[in-house]
């Protein structure tokens, strides 16, 4: 059973940066789709970004439009471990972050076909 831990979140003012870390264990994060939704209240949880499994090309990534050139997703797999710099962030960025893993795609980016999730992290962008 993999387990995943976000950490990272807080509270930044707007055009700020924060990364975000997600920390696994019980399992190899290289040999997930590992990616970042969020969710705003009163909103459904939405894709941000995602990273592939690594084989031996190395790993591609995927980011929503919305956080294209702003947020950028990359792993450590000498730590087991994925990041997601968030730089440039608006008010409309405030949400808590999930770290989601699959096996079951190339890509964690749609929550059908997550296998594990962590528990979240909070992040605030003030105007």
């Known amino acids: 059973q993999v387990q995943l831990v976000e950490s990272g979140g807080g509270v930044v003012q707007a055009g700020g940066s924060l990364r975000l870390s997600c920390a696994a264990s019980?399992?190899?994060?290289?040999?997930?789709?590992v990616g970042w939704f969020r969710q705003a209240p009163g909103q459904e949880r939405a894709f941000v970004a995602s990273i592939s499994r690594t084989d031996w090309s190395g790993s591609s990534t995927l980011h929503a439009d919305s956080v294209k050139g702003r947020f950028t997703i990359s792993r450590d797999n000498a730590k087991n471990m994925v990041f997601l710099q968030m730089n440039s962030l608006k008010p409309e960025d405030t949400a808590v972050y999930y770290c989601?893993?699959?096996?079951?795609?190339?890509?964690?980016?749609?929550?059908?076909?997550?296998?594990?999730w962590g528990q979240g992290t909070q992040v605030t962008v003030s105007s």
């Open positions: 989601a893993a699959t096996t079951r795609a190339l890509y964690a980016s749609s929550s059908n076909y997550i296998d594990y």
């Open positions: 019980g399992g190899t994060l290289s040999n997930y789709g």
